[in-house]
T-cell receptor, first 109, second 115 residues
Framework: EDKVVQSPLSLVVHEGDTVTLNCSYE??????LLWYKQEKKAPTFLFML????IEKKSGRLSSILDKKELFSILNITATQTGDSAIYLCASNRDDKIIFGKGTRLHILP | DTEVTQTPKHLVMGMTNKKSLKCEQHMGHRAMYWYKQKAKKPPELMFVYSYEKLSINESVPSRFSPECPNSSLLNLHLHALQPEDSALYLC??????????????FGSGTRLTVV
């Protein structure tokens, strides 16, 4: 059965800390790995990863995919209170997107 | 039961047809969501129901009509759709809309094709 597993499910850190969020996947006909940030409404797209070993960066956020070991990580450096959200990992196969349950990140001021 | 179940998994409909998408969860979640997702795009929020009341309508055309008959069930009624409405329709639920929503659970989606 296809699945996407995120860890930790919940994380509380202080502002300025660096966090690493994990995502493992087992998906047939894998096409891409997606990261989203979700606050109260629609998930906000962060990264789409299709190739192993190529880091994608956007400001303080970065992500990398390991297609051999079937996992991805999302790093956030110098965290800010505005980074508090649920971070969703999802795997895109040929006919559907399979989401993980998300990591709830809370940044303390 | 820790799943959100969406039916049907695939649907092909004509522009004059009326059809409905169904979403069901038995986790006691009180917030339920409809998302639309086009290829290679992130999901776009359509509707949010909180405690069986419509709380968010993201300016969705009236040819999409949501319904929440009870706390476990969410429907999306479709009428006079256009080919550009073809997409993956995702349902999701969470314990409560007003928190950050720890443990969002998504269904696997309905792949809709309008011909």
């Amino acid at each position: 059965e296809d699945k996407v597993v995120q860890s930790p499910l919940s994380l509380v850190v202080h502002e300025g800390d660096t966090v690493t969020l994990n995502c493992s996947y087992e998906v047939t006909n894998f096409r891409s790995l997606l990261w989203y940030k979700q606050e109260k409404k629609a998930p906000t797209f962060l990264f789409m990863l299709t190739s192993s070993g190529i880091e994608k960066k956007s400001g303080r956020l970065s992500s990398i995919l390991d297609k051999k070991e079937l996992f991805s990580i999302l790093n956030i450096t110098a965290t800010q209170t505005g980074d508090s959200a649920i971070y969703l990992c999802a795997s895109n196969r040929d006919d559907k997107i399979i989401f993980g349950k998300g990591t709830r990140l809370h940044i303390l001021p | 039961d820790t799943e959100v179940t969406q039916t049907p998994k695939h649907l092909v409909m004509g522009m004059t047809n009326k059809k409905s998408l169904k979403c069901e969860q038995h986790m006691g979640h009180r917030a339920m969501y409809w998302y639309k997702q086009k290829a290679k795009k992130p999901p776009e929020l359509m509707f949010v129901y909180s405690y069986e009341k419509l709380s968010i309508n993201e300016s969705v055309p009236s040819r999409f009509s949501p319904e929440c008959p009870n706390s476990s069930l969410l429907n999306l009624h479709l009428h006079a759709l256009q080919p550009e409405d073809s997409a993956l329709y995702l349902c999701a639920s969470s314990q409560d809309q007003d928190t950050l929503g720890y443990g969002y659970t998504f269904g696997s989606g309905t792949r809709l094709t309008v011909v």
